[in-house]
């Protein structure tokens, strides 16, 4: 089925066959089981790629600080953001119900990065690390939106939900692996950015100047540049 999984389309033909018998079906370990956790770096048993083929019922759950933020069936994917290199952590984490881990097909990352370091597949690169970020993204994107989730921007601390809404609404959302650049000198910006978890760090010719974060310790403003 990876011939047709929506994430590898229109990806090179000779990259999917060549993985395609990589693709192992993941043993089932009879209990509900969390397969990735979130914060963790790839090892061990969380070193794949996982998916689902188009046609499994069991629906698995995708964990956002320990709560269930989406239920996905047939044709997903899970571990992307670190398998293509947008994180080098798990976003999420991953739960599985009892009996339905069969449910998942594996490709180990170490053979999945070994092609693409082939200039064969050096767009392919590019379209999937897209992918992989466009599919985190959306995720949080949608969570943060439901109406039960707190939306914690210390700048409107004590602003209406509805403002907060619409400001995420607004906003496009982008994730960041550590140590990538957010913004370079000199380059043209047409908005603001907040960074909402995590922190970064603004430097003048390798000097840092000012350190973006939303923690109690720094004032309101600090999570906002430009």
């Given at each position: 089925?990876?011939?047709?999984?929506?994430?590898?389309?229109?990806?090179?033909p000779?990259?999917?066959?060549?993985?395609?018998?990589?693709?192992?079906?993941?043993?089932?370990?009879?209990?509900?089981?969390?397969?990735?956790?979130?914060?963790?770096?790839?090892?061990?048993?969380?070193?794949y790629?996982?998916?689902?083929?188009?046609?499994?019922?069991?629906?698995v759950?995708?964990?956002f600080?320990?709560?269930?933020?989406a239920?996905?069936?047939?044709?997903?994917?899970?571990?992307?953001?670190?398998?293509?290199?947008?994180?080098?952590?798990?976003?999420?984490g991953?739960?599985?119900?009892?009996?339905?881990?069969?449910?998942?097909?594996?490709?180990?990352?170490?053979?999945?990065?070994?092609?693409?370091?082939?200039?064969?597949?050096?767009?392919?690169?590019?379209?999937?690390?897209?992918?992989?970020?466009?599919?985190?993204?959306?995720?949080?994107?949608?969570?943060?939106?439901?109406?039960?989730?707190?939306?914690?921007?210390?700048?409107?601390?004590?602003?209406?939900?509805?403002?907060?809404?619409?400001?995420?609404?607004?906003?496009?959302?982008?994730?960041?692996?550590?140590?990538?650049?957010?913004?370079?000198?000199?380059?043209?910006?047409?908005?603001?950015?907040?960074?909402?978890?995590?922190?970064?760090?603004?430097?003048?010719?390798?000097?840092?100047?000012?350190?973006l974060?939303?923690?109690?310790?720094?004032?309101?403003?600090?999570?906002?540049?430009g």
């Amino acid at each position: 089925f990876l011939q047709e999984h929506p994430f590898f389309q229109d990806t090179n033909p000779s990259l999917r066959e060549r993985l395609a018998p990589q693709l192992v079906k993941r043993s089932d370990g009879g209990s509900s089981e969390e397969i990735l956790k979130q914060g963790h770096e790839p090892a061990g048993s969380m070193d794949y790629l996982f998916l689902t083929a188009p046609d499994v019922n069991a629906k698995v759950e995708v964990l956002f600080d320990g709560k269930t933020i989406a239920t996905l069936g047939g044709s997903s994917i899970f571990g992307q953001e670190v398998v293509f290199g947008v994180t080098k952590k798990f976003m999420f984490g991953i739960r599985v119900p009892a009996g339905a881990a069969g449910a998942l097909w594996v490709i180990p990352r170490s053979v999945i990065q070994s092609l693409l370091q082939r200039d064969t597949y050096r767009l392919d690169v590019a379209v999937l690390r897209e992918r992989a970020h466009s599919s985190a993204v959306a995720l949080l994107h949608s969570w943060f939106l439901q109406p039960t989730t707190n939306i914690r921007l210390r700048l409107f601390e004590n602003a209406a939900r509805d403002f907060k809404t619409a400001l995420v609404e607004a906003s496009e959302l982008s994730v960041y692996a550590e140590g990538a650049s957010i913004q370079h000198r000199n380059e043209f910006q047409e908005s603001c950015f907040c960074v909402f978890r995590g922190e970064a760090s603004a430097s003048i010719d390798g000097r840092s100047v000012a350190r973006l974060s939303q923690a109690p310790t720094m004032c309101s403003w600090a999570a906002w540049w430009g």
